[in-house]
C-alpha cells in the first residue's frame, strides 16, 4: 500500500513546479505557523532556497493572505546576521510564496533531543537571540513565538525565523487573540499577557519571555512549565512559579539563574524592559562581569503572589494588625499562621522533591531501557555475523543476511542511531561480499538514512563507505561532521575509531610508520572528544577508545590510566573491564601487541630499528588533508607527541 502522506505531498511538489517559474521545488522540509517550507533551487542564480508557500485552502480568507504577506514583510524588514534573509515575495497561480536563505543546520529542538546544552553554548545562543531581537524590537517588528523551533543553528550563529504571527508593536492586531477568539501562539512559549488578550501589555517584553522559556529547556532538558494538555500549560504559566534553574541542573551560574527567572517574571514590568537590557547581562555574563538581575530569594514566590492577589495579600496583613493590637490572643493567631506557612513550605518543598526524585528514576529507567536495547541489536548483530561465516550452505547464508535487513528494519532502533550505523555497515559488507558495486550498494541502503536529520544521514553513509571497505572515503565524511558539529563529541569519536580501524591495518600489513601517525591522530581526536563530553557515557567511551589506542601504539601503562578513570565513573562497564584486562595482560607479557579487539601481530621490527619504509602514497591522501586540516583546527589541545615516526613504544 502506499503511504498516502507522501502521494499528498509528491502532487504538492510538482503543482509548485507547474506554478512557480524559476523555481525547481525538490523535497518539503517542514511548515510553520502560517504555511509549508520546501527546498528549493532558484534556476537563475544556481542557489537554494527556503521557499514557503501559504496553501490555497488557507489563501481564501483575505486576512489570511494579508498576515502571511506580513511575515515576509518583517522578515524583510530585518537586514540582520541573526535572521534569515527574504529574497524574492511573489503570487502565481493560486500559491502565494516567498524565498529566504536555506539553512543546513539543524532547529534547537532537534538539537535538544540529544540532551542538555552546555551552560557556554546557551549564553552564546541567548546573545544572538536577544540581538536579533533587538534589531526586530528597534523596527517595530513583535514576533511573538520565540520557541527553539524557530531558531536553527547556521555553522557557530543561531538564526531567527518563522514569523508567521510576527506583528507591529503598535499595530491593529494586539495580544495574540484572533477575530475567532482563538489563541495565536505555542502555549510552552506564551507569555502571560499573551494568553490574557491584555492588548495594551503585548510588546518586546512577551518576546523576552519566549527567550526566557526557550534558555531553561535548554538548560535544564524540559520546560519550566507543563501540563497534560494546553489549558493545564496555560494555567500552570498563569498560575504556578517555575523551579530554581540550580535545582534542575547544579553547574548552572547563579547570575545565569538570575537572568533566566528575570525573563521569566509573570508582570511585564518585573521583566527586562527591552531585549538590549537582556543582550547587555548575557554579554556582561559571558565575559565574567556582573549582571543586573538579582538572584531568586527564598520569598520570592510569595511576594509574587501578594502581587497577583493583593485582597488576599490584604487580608493576611490585617490579620497581622489584628495580632499586634490584640496582644497574647493576637499571639496566638500569628504562631498558628506561622506553623501553616511552615507547613505549607515543607509540604511544597516535599513535593518538588518527589517530582525531581520521579523525572530522576524516569531519566534512569530511559537510560537502562536505551542500553538494553543497544546490548541486544549487538548481539544480534553478532550472532548474524557468526551465522554467516559459518553458514555450511547458501540457504543459511541468506537467513543470517535476513537477520541483518530485520535489524534495519526495527522500530526499536530509529532512537539508536549509532546501532542502526552498525547494522548498515554490516549489510554493505555483505552486498560487496555479493559483489555489488559500490554506487548500487549507496542507492540501495539510500532509505535508510534519507529521512533522517543531517549528522545522523552522514554518519550512516560514513557506515556504508565503511562497510564497502572505502574508510579514507568515510573519514572525509565524518570530517564534515566534526565541521558541522564542533562541539558534539560523537563524530570526533567515530572519527577517531575509524582511525583506529585504519591505523590497526596498516600495521598487519607491516606499515608502521603509517600506523603510528594513526593511532596518535586517533588519540588526539579522543581528547578533544573527552573535552567534548556532556554525559557519563560519551566520556567513558572517549577514554576506553583512547585505551585500546595506546594499547595498539604499546603503551599499556597510560591505557590503564585512561581505564581507571573509565572504571572510577563506571566500575561494572564491560569494555572498560575487558579492555583493562588486555593491558594487564600486556603490562605482565611485554610483546608486539595492537588493539584488543583485533588479531595480534605476529611480527613487528625491533624497538631499536629503523622503521621500514612505507608503502606508496595512499592516491586518498590529498583529499584526507583538508579533512584533517578540519581536525587540527578545531583541536584546542592536541596530545603531545601526536606525529611520531619511531614505531610504537612504550611512551606516551
Known sequence: MVDSSLVSTQVTVNALNRALEGYRVLRQVGHG????????EQCSLGRRVALKVLPPNLALRERTVKRFLREAESMGKLAHPNVVDVYEVGSRS???????????????????????????????????????????????????????????RDGEKILLTDFGLARQIDGEEGGSVTESGDLVGTPLYMAPEQISGEIGRVDGRADIWGLGVTMYELLAEKPPFSGTNASGILHAILHREPSGLRKMREDVPRDLEAVVHKCLEKDPARRYAT??????????????????????????????WMRRHPLEAGIVAASLLVTIVLGFFAQ????????????????QSDTKKA????????????????????ASARRAIA????????????????????????????????????????????????????GRTPEAVLAELEPQFVNLDSDAALMLR????????????????????????????????DAAKLERRVGVAAYEGGQYVAASERLRRAISLLGNALERSTSRELAITSLVERARCRLALAQPQ???LDLDRALGQDPNHLDAQTTMRAAERMIADPKPWIAPDAAPVNVAPPADSAAPPTSPANPAQNSLEAIYGVFEGLMRKPEAGASGAQKPKDRQ
Do not use: C
Open 275 to 304: 531585549a538590549a537590557a537582556l543582550l547587555d547581562d548575557l554579554v556582561a555574563l559571558r565575559d565574567g562581569k556582573p549582571v543586573t538581575a538579582r538572584a531568586p530569594r527564598f520569598f520570592d514566590p510569595l511576594a509574587r
Open 462 to 493: 560514513a557506515a556504508v563507505l565503511t562497510g564497502l571497505g572505502q574508510l579514507d572515503a568515510a573519514l572525509q565524511i565524518h570530517g564534515e561532521r566534526v565541521r558541522r558539529r564542533p562541539q558534539d563529541p560523537k563524530p570526533w569519536i
Open 33 to 40: 505557523a502560517m504555511g509549508i517550507v520546501y527546498e528549493a
Open 355 to 374: 517530582e525531581s526524585e520521579r523525572d530522576d528514576q524516569a531519566r534512569e529507567r530511559s537510560v537502562q531501557e536505551r542500553e538494553r536495547t543497544a
Open 558 to 560: 597510560y591505557a590503564r
Open 332 to 347: 496566638s493567631v500569628w504562631r498558628l499562621l506561622a506553623d501553616k506557612s511552615r507547613e505549607l513550605i515543607v509540604a
Open 383 to 434: 550472532d548474524a555475523r557468526m551465522a554467516w561465516a559459518e553458514g555450511a550452505n547458501d540457504e543459511e547464508r541468506r537467513q543470517a543476511e535476513e537477520r541483518v535487513f530485520d535489524l534495519m528494519r526495527a522500530p526499536a532502533l530509529e532512537s539508536l542511531p549509532e546501532i542502526r550505523a552498525e547494522v548498515v555497515e554490516f549489510a554493505a559488507e555483505l552486498a560487496a561480499r555479493h
Open 94 to 152: 493560486d500559491f502565494h510564496y516567498f524565498t529566504m536563505k536555506f539553512v543546513e543546520g539543524p532547529s534547537l529542538d532537534r538539537v535538544l533531543k540529544a540532551g542538555p546544552l552546555a551552560v557556554k553554548d546557551v549564553v552564546g545562543i541567548g546573545i544572538d537571540v536577544a540581538t536579533a531581537l533587538s534589531h526586530a524590537h528597534a523596527r517595530g517588528v513583535l514576533h511573538r513565538d520565540v520557541k527553539p523551533g524557530n531558531l536553527l
